[in-house]
């Protein structure tokens, strides 16, 4: 299990967002736990010296592009980028330093998964070059994945057979319980053991996580299958119930202990 930092960008800035409260870039009811005066940069340089690889930064909303390439060229070939990626733009934003593109509504037509377009991109960018961000609300009967700043149900379904399809297609996935995202309120247990035990490709949870407990739940809920990233909680992002070090320290710990 490896900790999978993150960078996620409002407006320009490094910012933490309860996830379910954000519906447009101005929308009144917006909920934000952390705004930082610190460039992106330092958050990858931060991460960078700890041997973090792997996280991602993530563009919520438009007037965040300035940003995200600060981000990436503090750390080329460090971290993953995502939000409003397509195929006119994959390209681009590999050669700005991401080693990873993160897709999600770009491969989705009136909720229904369009493979069309998730075949043109995988062969553009590689698969090795590409994450599927499947982030997820519970509906009904199961999780559906949720597109356009997590406020849209698409049909698909996380379920064994569409996690072993979409493998395919893609390097890992992104996982984000939207339900639990930025409210330091405790991981979704039961989406952690379904993505546990179903997922063939590295796959990053992200979602509540509250306190080392949390992750510690994360490991052997996941089986150690999943990888796991803390956005609110965290002291760097303004949070009180985990410090950077402490997780930095289990990270390492795992690693070690994996050989």
Not at 8 to 18: A, R, T, W
Not at 136 to 150: A, E, H, K, S
Request: negative net charge.
């Amino acid at each position: 299990m490896r900790f999978r930092p993150c960078i996620d960008l409002h407006n320009g800035s490094v910012k933490q967002i309860v996830g379910s409260t954000l519906q447009d870039d101005q929308a009144e009811d917006l909920q934000t736990n952390f705004s930082s005066d610190l460039p992106p940069s330092y958050y990858s340089d931060l991460y960078r010296r700890d041997n973090l690889p792997g996280g991602h930064v993530i563009m919520l909303g438009s007037g965040n592009k300035s940003a995200a390439v600060d981000a990436l060229q503090a750390w080329p070939g460090g971290m993953h980028v995502g939000g409003g990626i397509n195929a006119d733009n994959a390209s681009w934003w590999l050669e700005q330093g991401a080693s990873h593109v993160i897709v999600t509504s770009y491969v989705f037509h009136d909720g229904v998964l369009d493979e069309d377009r998730l075949t043109e991109l995988t062969k553009q960018v590689g698969r090795e070059h590409l994450v599927l961000d499947l982030s997820c609300r519970w509906q009904d009967d199961g999780y559906y994945v949720v597109t356009d700043r997590w406020q849209k149900f698409t049909k698909l379904r996380i379920t064994p057979g569409t996690l072993d399809r979409l493998a395919g297609f893609c390097d890992e996935f992104l996982v984000h319980a939207v339900d639990v995202e930025g409210k330091c309120m405790g991981v979704d247990e039961r989406l952690i053991e379904l993505l546990s035990t179903h997922v063939t490709i590295p796959t990053t949870y992200a979602g509540g996580v509250a306190t080392m407990a949390d992750i510690e739940l994360i490991r052997d809920a996941g089986q150690g299958r999943l990888d796991a990233t803390v956005g609110s909680a965290l002291d760097i992002f303004g949070g009180s119930g985990l410090t950077y070090e402490e997780v930095v320290a289990f990270h390492n710990a795992q690693k070690q202990s994996a050989g």
